[in-house]
């Protein structure tokens, strides 16, 4: 990745360009903060407002009078969202700056220009953020690069298995070889050359996006240059997204989490039977005498029940049948009065010539909704090409028939359709900072860096990854599972789980794909960066 050309001098330091809508929804919003938000409010107060600057966590500090907004410049256009970047970023200048530079002088004023860089970069990084295709980033380009690493493990750990074979990493390395992860850490020597290699490239990393983001006054200042580099490149990229992000172990249990938090809490078999019947009871449509012949009911025959059964079976699936139908019919006539979809292509000031051609050559019509690697990616992973090849077959030609035809073309009413049901879903900004919220709390609990986490034992990482896979089986559908794996036995699915959770199990390979995606992210929010053989 090469060095960034500095941005000219009409860049400079100003308040975020907020659209309108994003304003009226964020001022019409009633802020509703709960005794945590007002604790976290005063935290973040006396960490960056103080004045002289105190340590964040002195309770016996004065308390700040005023709003946090009037206090501290915005981040982004939403304030539930700044509440929880202001909070990592005090504990983040409390816990390695505030530390050590509180013993030098009690200036408070660095803290206040690290605060204002920082709000600048946001803010600079949001507009950028808008102006990015997040169908083709979310849903083509990043599925893209996994399916692509997954081929090459299970390239690799074939290739591994056979006599005289090399490595995992070795084959790994051959197919997808990165300078930053150059050479293979097999003894003392190699491992120093590649964690030097690792710390130059998180610092190249951060160094070309800075002078895009960072106000031309503030580049001459050498002190808050080194502190805002080091904050990302050492504390963010290397340590955190590299360092622990990358653990295999990390990966399965957030995965586990994940599956129990969206999971829903199904109520007990009694509780919905006694529920039932006392409804029934209330509303007068069942009487005591009636619950008497209720139990007896249940032993009729096996053929009556059977009958029963199956025609309740019939006349439910006969309604989703038609509810999904009309949902679908209903959705795709609105479709027609959906936006089209365009390929944004963000071209900045001053790039080159090279860059030009190479943005203006793109297509401007976005790929299908189906076309897009998201769909092979799922396969991988899930290994339908394997388990139901038929299966596979009928959906690509599908998939083809249905792009060739233009039922599904680019900018169709189905393709229209999925989009903004995606945006919907997937995209709402709602979600951000309840994902904030779970980030800060698990790596700064109670506002404070948390305890670093001892690496799990061989048996404790075993027993995550079979809990992951125990998860994974468990929030699958009886009849869709039985049906997949071919068999009702649990503990042959959670085998077969667990051989694909294999797939992530070496952290240094899981590191060549955060690498990889990391620099595919920073491509698209800074095309300034693309350069030919160099990403």
């Known amino acids: 990745m090469a060095h960034a050309a500095r941005p000219s001098p009409a860049h400079q330091r100003q308040p975020s360009r907020l659209p309108q809508q994003a304003d009226a929804l964020s001022s019409n919003a009633p802020e509703r903060r709960t005794a945590k938000d007002e604790a976290t409010v005063k935290f973040i107060k006396r960490a960056l407002c103080a004045k002289p ?13 005023g709003n946090l907004e009037d206090l501290l410049p915005r981040l982004t256009s939403r304030a539930d969202v700044d509440l929880q970047l202001y909070t990592i ?5 409390s816990q390695f700056v505030q530390s050590w530079y509180n013993r030098i002088t009690p200036d408070a004023d660095f803290v206040g220009e690290v605060v204002q860089i920082v709000a600048h970069c946001t803010r600079g990084l949001e507009e950028r953020l808008k102006l990015v295709d997040l169908d083709s980033l979310l849903l083509d380009e990043l599925p893209g690069l996994l399916d692509a690493h997954l081929q090459a493990v299970d390239v690799a750990m074939r290739s591994s298995k056979v006599p005289y074979g090399n490595s995992i990493a070795a084959v790994y390395q051959t197919l997808r070889p990165h300078n930053a992860l150059l050479p293979l850490p097999v003894d003392e020597a190699s491992i120093l050359s590649q964690h030097n ?3 130059d490239w998180s610092q190249l990393f951060v160094d070309s996006i800075l002078p895009l983001l960072l106000p031309p006054e503030d580049l001459v200042n050498p002190c808050l240059d080194v502190v805002v580099a080091e904050i990302f490149s050492g504390i963010i990229v290397r340590n955190a997204v590299m360092g622990r992000a990358c653990q295999p172990w990390l990966l399965w249990e957030g995965c586990t989490k994940a599956i129990y938090a969206l999971k829903p809490k199904p109520p007990s078999e009694a509780e919905s039977v006694s529920s039932s019947l006392s409804k029934l009871e209330q509303s007068g449509l069942l009487s005591s005498s009636q619950s008497e012949r209720h139990d007896t009911s249940r032993q009729r025959s096996h053929i009556v029940q059977a009958m029963i059964s199956a025609t309740w079976a019939t006349l439910r699936y006969t309604v989703l049948s038609w509810t999904l139908l009309r949902v679908f019919l209903l959705a795709l006539m609105q479709a027609s009065s959906l936006p089209l979809r365009s390929r944004r292509v963000m071209q900045a000031k001053g790039s080159s010539e090279k860059l030009v051609k190479t943005a203006a050559g793109l297509d401007s019509v976005p790929r299908p909704m189906v076309g897009m690697k998201i769909w092979c990616c799922i396969g991988r992973l899930t290994s339908l090409r394997k388990r139901m090849p038929w299966l596979t077959g009928c959906l690509s030609l599908a998939q083809h028939l249905s792009i060739a035809t233009g039922i599904c073309g680019s900018n169709s009413a189905i393709d229209r359709m999925m989009s903004a049901h995606m945006h919907e879903r997937l995209l709402r900004p709602a979600l951000l900072p309840h994902i904030l919220q779970a980030i800060r709390s698990a790596v700064f609990p109670g506002n ?4 670093a986490r001892q690496a799990p034992s061989q048996a404790e990482t075993l027993e995550i990854k079979r809990e992951c896979a125990r998860a994974i089986v468990d929030m699958l559908p009886h009849t869709a ?8 036995d649990t503990a042959l699915m959670q085998a077969d789980i667990e051989s694909t959770l294999d797939l992530f199990a070496d952290a240094y390979l899981n590191k060549n794909l955060i690498v990889a995606a990391l620099e595919l992210l920073v491509v698209r929010l800074f095309p300034e960066t693309a350069e030919t053989g160099e990403s």
């Open 197 to 199: 290699n690792e710390v």
């Open 448 to 451: 404070v860096l948390g305890p």
């Open 53 to 65: 600057a105190k340590p964040a966590q002195d309770e016996t500090a004065p308390e700040i009078d």
């Open 89 to 93: 970023l005090a504990v983040v200048l």
């Open 481 to 488: 599972r039985t049906l997949y794996f071919a068999t009702q």
